[in-house]
């Protein structure tokens, strides 16, 4: 089912770009590294989050670059905390697929990436899981893996905007915090600041962004 498919089919994403919008894409993401590779002598890069949609009336997420440019996006005109939601490019495909599933003590959100093949079908491969776990924690694990590889501190429970994300030795590999001014000046709990390590993979760590904006119902 195509991505154009899919959105008349559920009516909860919807993506529009203004012609003044600047968009482009966040270098690292394209490239993907895998938490186990990478220059571990690079310094951590930060990107600004917004727990905004930029279209009227929608809710979502916009991911700004390095430039201060628009970078990824997520539109959902459904309720906050959609069953289903896509992460998307700058031209509009999806690259990561949410979606929440079972109840209670045993909801999880499901998180697949997506594949492009020009005008064919597009296909969502199983990647990983998050659910939530005890002391306000989430716990992610990937797709095929023995277990937790990552938890997440502090990102479960109402106007959760800061929190970590550790590897399995845990150490932080992604933060998320309220967003500064070169003055000191602390902005609202949507304007977020995400610092990442080098090594970590760029797209995971947005996705898990993602999450816990479902996961709080801030989006």
Same mark, same amino acid.
């Given at each position: 089912?195509?991505? %154009?498919?899919?959105?008349?089919?559920?009516?909860?994403?919807?993506f529009e770009l203004?012609?003044?919008?600047?968009?482009?894409?966040?270098?690292?993401?394209?490239?993907?590294?895998?938490?186990?590779?990478?220059?571990?002598?690079?310094?951590?890069?930060?990107?600004?989050?917004?727990?905004?949609?930029?279209?009227?009336?929608?809710?979502?997420?916009?991911?700004?670059?390095?430039?201060?440019?628009?970078?990824?996006?997520?539109?959902?005109?459904?309720?906050?905390?959609?069953?289903?939601?896509?992460?998307?490019?700058?031209?509009?495909?999806?690259?990561?697929?949410?979606?929440?599933?079972?109840?209670?003590?045993?909801?999880?959100?499901?998180?697949?990436?997506?594949?492009?093949?020009?005008?064919?079908?597009?296909e969502a491969t199983?990647?990983? %899981?998050?659910?939530?776990?005890?002391?306000?924690?989430?716990?992610v694990a990937m797709?095929?893996?023995?277990?937790?590889?990552?938890?997440?501190?502090?990102?479960?429970?109402?106007?959760?905007?800061?929190?970590?994300?550790?590897?399995?030795?845990? %150490?932080?590999?992604?933060?998320?915090?309220?967003?500064?001014?070169?003055?000191?000046?602390?902005?609202?709990?949507?304007?977020?600041?995400?610092?990442?390590?080098?090594?970590?993979?760029?797209?995971?760590?947005?996705?898990?962004?993602?999450?816990?904006?479902?996961?709080?119902?801030?989006?």
């Amino acid at each position: 089912m195509s991505f %154009s498919s899919q959105q008349q089919q559920s009516r909860e994403i919807f993506f529009e770009l203004s012609p003044m919008a600047k968009i482009q894409p966040l270098p690292a993401a394209a490239a993907s590294p895998s938490p186990c590779s990478g220059d571990h002598h690079q310094s951590p890069q930060a990107y600004k989050v917004w727990m905004k949609s930029l279209v009227f009336n929608g809710n979502g997420c916009a991911v700004y670059g390095p430039d201060g440019a628009v970078a990824f996006r997520v539109d959902n005109y459904g309720c906050r905390g959609g069953r289903e939601v896509f992460f998307m490019d700058r031209q509009g495909n999806a690259l990561v697929r949410i979606r929440r599933k079972g109840f209670g003590m045993f909801k999880r959100w499901e998180v697949c990436r997506c594949a492009h093949n020009g005008h064919q079908d597009e296909e969502a491969t199983p990647w990983f %899981s998050v659910r939530r776990a005890e002391k306000g924690r989430a716990a992610v694990a990937m797709h095929g893996g023995s277990g937790t590889c990552y938890r997440i501190d502090e990102c479960s429970g109402e106007h959760k905007p800061e929190y970590r994300v550790r590897g399995v030795d845990g %150490s932080a590999v992604a933060e998320v915090a309220r967003k500064q001014t070169a003055a000191g000046v602390v902005l609202g709990e949507d304007v977020l600041t995400l610092t990442m390590a080098p090594e970590v993979d760029h797209l995971l760590v947005l996705g898990l962004v993602v999450v816990c904006g479902l996961m709080n119902r801030s989006m």
